[in-house]
């Protein structure tokens, strides 16, 4: 995978759409798309997109097995925890 190192305006994207995507998609170049000066998306390769799930995917899976390990096992009541807040 390659870092952003080119960016296009939305306007400039609207002329070279085709070329843009061939140089994410087959180059594995990241594009910025760029809205009044500032990088509003980045256009990637499916490889890219696939391997940021991924480890989204990586994360929310130690994230899940952390918070079972820490896991007392109290529970609480909604009616106990609305008292508790005073609702």
């Not at 870092?3 to 994410?24: F, K, W, Y």
């Not at 994360?59 to 529970?75: F, I, P």
Request: net charge negative; glycine share 4%; hydrophobic share 45%.
């Amino acid at each position: 995978m390659s870092e952003m190192r080119s960016q296009v305006s939305v306007a400039d994207l609207r002329a070279t759409l085709s070329d843009t995507i061939n140089r994410a998609a087959y180059g594995h170049e990241r594009v910025g798309i760029t809205r009044r000066g500032k990088v509003a998306a980045v256009l990637v390769s499916v490889e890219d997109a696939l391997r940021l799930e991924q480890l989204e995917d990586e994360a929310d899976l130690a994230a899940y097995r952390a918070t079972k390990d820490a896991d007392d096992g109290v529970r609480v009541s909604l009616h106990e925890l609305l008292a508790d807040a005073d609702l």
